[in-house]
């Protein structure tokens, strides 16, 4: 869907392949909007960076940290030659106030990317449930192995 012209646009971001539009933990005034391209969002995690979403032509994305307050969640870098546009606060505020289709689909992309993290959530207690049961087989082994090492003598 197409920026509505009512929404005034403070800034545009041409990117190439591989530039940071933002970082994790910088401060956050304005959201975005994805003109063209595909942009990548990462969240950094135990020293590595984890992928949270691929975003394409027509998503927002910084939304959280502008109307939640605070600093990014997370980077975004393009993975293609992108153009972003950017609106601060208090024209987010402006736009959402006058245009209620932009709350909606601001409320869409919120409602997924929240769909998205419970999904990981499961698939990380999937994983630690997969830890716990290894590590009580490997204790088993030991074990076993303890015994079997005693009876020999």
Sequence with gaps: MPLSP????????????????FYEGTPANEMFYLESGRL?????ILN???????LIQ?????EVAVIGGGTRSATARATTDSTVMALDRKHCDQ??????????IVMKALANRLRQADELVIKIA???????????????????????EKERG
Excluded: M, W, Y
């Design 126 to 148: 999937r994983v630690h449930e997969l830890i716990n049961e290894l590590a009580g087989k490997i204790q088993s082994l030991e074990s076993t192995l303890l015994e079997e």
């Design 95 to 104: 736009c959402f106030a006058n245009i209620p289709s932009c709350v909606l």
């Design 6 to 21: 009512t929404c005034k646009v403070t800034k545009t971001h041409s990117l190439k392949k591989g530039d940071i539009l």
């Design 58 to 62: 027509g998503e927002f994305l910084g």
């Design 48 to 54: 590595r960076n984890i992928k949270l979403g691929e």
């Design 40 to 44: 990548s969002v990462t969240k950094r």
